[in-house]
C-alpha cells in the first residue's frame, strides 16, 4: 500500500490539477488528464 507521504503528494498533485488556474480546460480534457493520472498512480502502488 501506498506510505501516508506519497497519499498526501498524490493528494496535492490532484489539488494542483484542478485548482482556479485549470479553469481554461474544457471539462472532458480535465477529466481525461486526472483519468490518465489516476490510472497510473494506481498501477503504480498495484500488487503483480
Known amino acids: 500500500f501506498p506510505s ?4 498526501q503528494r ?3 498533485k490532484l489539488h494542483d490539477m ?4 485549470q479553469c481554461f ?3 472532458p480534457v480535465l477529466i481525461g488528464e486526472l483519468n ?3 490510472k497510473g498512480w494506481a498501477n503504480y ?4
Open 36 to 38: 490518465r493520472h489516476l
Open 18 to 21: 484542478t485548482n482556479s488556474h
Open 45 to 48: 502502488f498495484s500488487f503483480g
Open 25 to 27: 480546460k474544457p471539462i
Open 4 to 7: 501516508q507521504q506519497a497519499v
Open 10 to 12: 498524490e493528494r496535492e
